[in-house]
C-alpha cells in the first residue's frame, strides 16, 4: 500500500491565482482530514469528511474548498491565493479501532509558497 | 476548546543522554497519540494510550498517560540522532475522530 500520497510536493502560487491540492489513499480509511502546519504553531484543521459526499469544515476553513466524491479522494482548492495561505500543508486519513480511537495516518505534505 | 500545551519547546541534547517531553492539558482525552515528524516529512504514528495510568515502552521510548487522562509524558533513554524530529501529542474525545494536536516538541540529538 503507499497509504497516504499528496501532490505536488511545492508549490509557488502569486496573489489571486487557485490551484488544487491533490491527495489520495488506498487504506480504504471513512476519515479524511486536511492540515495547516506554520512553524511553531502545530496543526490546525482546515476541513475534513467522515466519507464520501460528507464534509465539514474544521478550525481554519477560509479561503479553502474541499470535495469527496470518493473513498479515496480529498482534493483542497485555494479559490484566490493569499500570503496569509503560505503554509505547509498536510492531507491525513483514519479508520477507527476497536476501542473507537481515530489513529491518524498523514501523507508527505505540500509546501505551498504564495507571493 | 481543549488545548494541549507541549514542553519544552526545544531540546538540544548529546547523544546518549535521557529526555522527557511533556503534554499537558485542563480537559480530558480518551485517548492519547504521540506522533513524530521528520525535516520535510508527514507526522508518523508512534503509540496511542487509552487508560489512566498505562505505560507503553517502544525500544528505548517510554510512554505515560496520566492517571486523570489529562496528561502524558515521552520519556527517550539513551537518545540516539535517529530520534531527532518533531514530537508531537495529540488527544481524542471519546468517540470523536478529530483529535487536538499540541504545537509539538522539536529535538536535536548532537553526535
Known amino acids: 500500500n503507499a497509504g497516504v500520497t499528496q501532490t505536488p510536493k511545492f508549490r509557488i502560487l502569486k496573489i489571486g491565482q487557485s490551484m488544487t491540492l491533490q491527495c489520495t489513499q488506498d487504506?480504504?480509511?471513512?476519515?479524511m482530514y486536511w492540515y495547516r502546519q506554520d512553524p511553531g504553531m502545530g496543526l490546525k484543521l482546515i476541513y475534513y469528511?467522515?466519507?464520501?459526499?460528507?464534509?465539514d469544515k474544521g478550525e481554519v476553513p477560509n479561503g479553502y474548498n474541499v470535495s469527496r466524491s470518493t473513498t479515496e479522494d480529498f482534493p483542497l482548492r485555494l479559490e484566490l491565493a493569499a500570503p496569509s495561505q503560505t503554509s505547509v500543508y498536510f492531507c491525513a486519513s483514519s479508520y477507527t479501532t476497536s476501542g473507537r480511537h481515530y489513529e491518524q495516518y498523514f501523507g508527505p505534505g505540500t509546501r505551498l509558497t504564495v507571493t | 476548546t481543549q488545548l494541549l500545551e507541549q514542553s519544552p519547546q526545544f531540546l538540544s541534547i548529546q547523544e546518549g543522554e535521557n529526555l522527557t517531553v511533556y503534554c499537558n492539558s485542563s480537559?480530558?482525552?480518551?485517548?492519547l497519540q504521540w506522533y513524530r515528524q521528520e525535516p520535510g516529512e508527514g507526522p508518523v504514528l508512534l503509540v496511542t494510550?487509552?487508560?489512566?495510568?498505562e505505560v507503553k515502552k517502544l525500544k528505548r521510548l517510554t510512554f505515560q498517560f496520566g492517571d486523570a487522562r489529562k496528561d502524558s509524558s515521552l520519556h527517550i533513554t539513551a537518545a540516539q540522532p535517529g530520534d531527532t524530529g518533531l514530537y508531537l501529542c495529540?488527544?481524542?474525545?471519546?468517540?470523536?475522530?478529530?483529535?487536538?494536536f499540541g504545537k509539538g516538541t522539536k529535538l536535536s540529538v548532537i553526535p
Open positions: 469528511s467522515v466519507g464520501a459526499g460528507i464534509t
Open positions: 487504506m480504504n480509511h471513512n476519515y
Open positions: 495529540a488527544g481524542g474525545g471519546a468517540g470523536s475522530y478529530q483529535l487536538t
Open positions: 480537559s480530558v482525552f480518551s485517548s
Open positions: 494510550v487509552v487508560t489512566g495510568g
